[in-house]
T-cell receptor
Framework: GAGVSQTPSNKVTEKGKYVELRCDPISGHTALYWYRQSLGQGPEFLIYFQGTGAADDSGLPNDRFFAVRPEGSVSTLKIQRTERGDSAVYLC???????????FGPGTRLTVT | GDSVTQMEGPVTLSEEAFLTINCTYTATGYPSLFWYVQYPGEGLQLLLKATKADDKGSNKGFEATYRKETTSFHLEKGSVQVSDSAVYFCALKTSYDKVIFGPGTSLSVIP
């Protein structure tokens, strides 16, 4: 079956612009996670959804970052007024409720120039 | 807060050598523990897991034992292959379903 998909695969934007990154989880997976991975680092937790609600958004670095999942499936990570320090690979993962294994998407590489 | 520490890489081994990658954690409660692997050009995938103390996770010849007394989850393999070259991430999942990853350890296996 289809895995987790993320679009776009690459995004180059200018400092100060707004970007949206999309994640399509595996069908039926109620849990969805967003991570940020900088070069040479492990994935850094950003936010976790269970259904439509954000169960834990403690990893969002500041109020420029926001994520939604209005129908409990597709999620969008939104970054306002992008900064060069936001450049990273943004990963999405999904899992069944209560399951340990997460399935990761290929990531979106964001470059802020 | 909750955290995961891994041995620094890169690690370079000859084929058929023994592998150990150390992982220790700090967490409240009783987390589940994981090793994820990222092969070159591929996405993260689960390698093995253990959900309670003294559990041993195993897959593809890799093993790790959940040691509560030492808060460790070291990854081992008796005989590595060139195809094991990848970046390995130790991770924990808290009782609130938050997942924390370590910084990763890069492994290169040479013929």
């Amino acid at each position: 079956g289809a895995g987790v998909s993320q679009t776009p695969s690459n995004k180059v934007t200018e400092k100060g612009k707004y970007v949206e990154l999309r994640c399509d989880p595996i069908s039926g997976h109620t849990a969805l996670y967003w991570y940020r991975q900088s070069l040479g680092q492990g994935p850094e937790f950003l936010i976790y959804f269970q259904g439509t609600g954000a169960a834990d958004d403690s990893g969002l670095p500041n109020d420029r970052f926001f994520a939604v999942r209005p129908e409990g499936s597709v999620s969008t990570l939104k970054i306002q007024r992008t900064e060069r320090g936001d450049s990273a690979v943004y990963l999405c993962a999904s899992s069944l409720k209560g399951a340990d294994e997460q399935y990761f998407g290929p990531g979106t590489r964001l470059t802020v120039t | 807060g909750d955290s995961v520490t891994q041995m620094e890489g890169p690690v370079t081994l000859s084929e058929e050598a023994f592998l150990t990658i150390n992982c220790t954690y700090t967490a409240t409660g009783y987390p589940s523990l994981f090793w994820y692997v990222q092969y070159p050009g591929e996405g993260l995938q689960l390698l093995l897991k253990a959900t309670k103390a003294d559990d041993k996770g195993s897959n593809k010849g890799f093993e790790a034992t959940y040691r509560k007394e030492t808060t460790s989850f070291h990854l081992e393999k008796g005989s590595v292959q060139v195809s094991d070259s990848a970046v390995y991430f130790c991770a924990l999942k808290t009782s609130y379903d938050k997942v924390i990853f370590g910084p990763g350890t890069s492994l290169s296996v040479i013929p």
